[in-house]
């Protein structure tokens, strides 16, 4: 009980202050980066093709080819995911499913990319 005293002496008003004001900034950030609107399509880029677009309302398996073999992508009910992935240790399909703009899976051994997008072009971040 001592030792709880003495710390309370030591936090000041100014540190309570800036604690809430920085609890309050974590908080909003965090919900605003939850209320990501969805997506309607499904952008699969791999290295040794043009990537496609395809809608995400329709309920399909599709079979892409990359850098090791054939991954399988499944889109279902506006969300998708990988299913199947010749990669060694399966990050990809761990993932789970995806159907925010901006989320991105990738499997990097693969070379494949998917990613959520909607009808207008949306940045996360831009670099110069």
Same mark, same amino acid.
């Not at 399509?41 to 290295?47: A, G, H, V």
């Not at 051994?109 to 207008?120: A, E, H, L």
């Given at each position: 009980?001592?030792? $709880?005293?003495?710390?309370i002496k030591?936090?000041k008003l100014? %540190?309570t202050? =800036? $604690?809430?004001?920085f ?5 909003w ?7 990501m609107?969805?997506g309607q399509?499904?952008?699969i880029?791999?290295?040794?093709? %043009?990537?496609?677009v395809f809608?995400l309302?329709q309920? =399909?398996?599709?079979?892409?080819i990359?850098?090791l ?5 499944s889109?279902a009910e506006?969300k ?6 010749p #990669?060694t240790?399966?990050y #990809?399909?761990?993932?789970g499913w995806?159907?925010?703009i901006?989320?991105?899976?990738v #499997?990097?051994?693969n070379?494949?990319t998917?990613?959520? =997008?909607? %009808?207008?072009?949306s940045y %996360?971040?831009v670099?110069?």
């Amino acid at each position: 009980m001592k030792k $709880i005293l003495q710390y309370i002496k030591i936090i000041k008003l100014g %540190d309570t202050f =800036v $604690i809430v004001t920085f609890m309050g900034l974590i908080f909003w950030s965090v919900s605003q980066s939850w209320n990501m609107p969805s997506g309607q399509y499904l952008k699969i880029e791999n290295n040794q093709e %043009d990537s496609k677009v395809f809608s995400l309302n329709q309920t =399909v398996n599709k079979q892409v080819i990359g850098f090791l073999g054939s991954s399988e992508i499944s889109i279902a009910e506006g969300k998708v995911r990988f299913v199947k992935s010749p #990669c060694t240790k399966k990050y #990809c399909i761990h993932h789970g499913w995806i159907n925010k703009i901006n989320q991105t899976i990738v #499997c990097l051994p693969n070379q494949i990319t998917i990613s959520i =997008v909607g %009808d207008s072009e949306s940045y %996360d971040t831009v670099n110069y």
